[in-house]
């Protein structure tokens, strides 16, 4: 133990930062991509330290703090989530410099979201020192379920050092499963359906409102393979289900209901998906500035509800009032467009008539 101890004590202080599990793009709401970290060490006083907040329910074990306390060589820097002072990694030694006498420890710095704290916290505890307890990670799992929705259970029992079946059970018991979004984020930062059902369904709208759609732009719009579109089609020219029956029967254990892949599905976003792509192929709008200028509103304005959903989460309260009014005058700038489109083609079928 001693020996484990003072290596791990020679090499953390050598590296120059740390990281949250899935760094990256398409990290969706309380994303631990964006946080922001500093790799220096710094003196700080421990008085100002807190060990609220732990993964561990059971706190730190008294005679692990005892060894670290008795250790001739330095101890690593903790890790401290900056806006709380509380402490994310290191609260056994925090303990052994108190026991130490020491009034002073040094410290790395972490400044991103409170969850992607707790994310961190339970990452670092399960690379080093104590490993946390089976209810412990099964706990924090819980827990990342509920802060982290959108990542997906290989990314979580990756976090956690857990089964990514086990993660999927422990979602399915949530009480936020009817929150849950229906795509995932996994560890490669790619976006994928939760449920295979729903990729699949939504690929079949896709082929019906546009029957000359290739299989790549089909995969891309429905967040599927290739290979899946493809079957898609096959099974929708022989008249088959889009679902194969184990997918149907996932359905069926994830929802009372046994339609998961539908509960959430809007039958016009797939066939506005298609129109998007058709305008965009144009060339009296994609090679004019005005049609440049529309394509591209278009497509900022070209978000789902989960999408929405998202942005809504990401506007801070100080700002929600003119965001509100701005998104409103955006709508009025929509719907007065809409009015003289409608109205010139009125006039046009009038003419021809």
């Not at 133990?1 to 599990?21: N, Q, W």
């Not at 690593?76 to 052994?96: E, N, Q, S």
């Not at 704290?117 to 080093?128: G, I, M, Q, T």
């Amino acid at each position: 133990m001693i020996g484990r101890l003072k290596a791990h004590a020679a090499r953390t202080p050598e590296v120059s930062g740390f990281d949250v599990p899935g760094r990256g793009s398409g990290t969706g709401t309380s994303s631990a991509a964006g946080a922001a970290q500093s790799p220096a060490v710094e003196c700080v006083s421990v008085a100002a330290l807190t060990t609220s907040d732990t993964p561990r329910s059971g706190g730190e074990d008294e005679e692990h703090v005892q060894l670290l306390a008795t250790l001739q060589t330095r101890l690593p820097p903790i890790v401290v989530h900056r806006p709380t002072m509380r402490v994310i990694d290191g609260a056994h030694r925090l303990r052994a410099a108190v026991v130490r006498g020491d009034d002073r420890i040094m410290v790395r710095y972490f400044d991103g979201a409170e969850a992607d704290a707790f994310v961190l916290a339970v990452r670092l505890n399960s690379e080093h020192g104590l490993p946390l307890s089976l209810t412990d990670r099964k706990a924090a799992a819980a827990r990342i379920v509920a802060s982290h929705p959108q990542w997906s259970d290989r990314r979580i029992a990756e976090v956690v050092g857990l089964a990514a079946n086990t993660v999927g059970a422990i979602r399915q018991r949530s009480t936020a499963q009817n929150e849950q979004p229906n795509v995932s984020i996994g560890r490669d930062g790619r976006m994928r359906p939760r449920n295979g059902a729903e990729g699949r369904l939504r690929a079949g709208e896709l082929m019906r409102a546009n029957p000359d759609a290739s299989l790549r732009e089909i995969a891309r719009l429905a967040g599927i393979s290739a290979a899946t579109a493809s079957d898609v089609r096959a099974r929708l020219n022989r008249g088959e289900p889009l679902v194969t029956p184990q997918q149907q029967q996932a359905g069926a254990r994830e929802s009372p209901a046994g339609s998961v892949a539908r509960r959430s599905f809007r039958p016009g976003c797939p066939a506005s998906d298609i129109l998007l792509v058709s305008l965009s192929k144009d060339p009296s709008l994609r090679l004019t500035m005005a049609g440049k200028i529309l394509l591209r509103a278009l497509r900022a304005s070209s978000v789902d509800a989960d999408g929405w959903s998202r942005i809504v989460d990401a506007v801070p309260p100080h700002r929600q009032e003119v965001v509100a009014r701005l998104a409103r005058e955006c709508a009025n700038s929509w719907q007065l467009l809409a009015d003289r489109l409608a109205e010139r083609t009125a006039e046009g079928s009038t003419e021809a008539g």
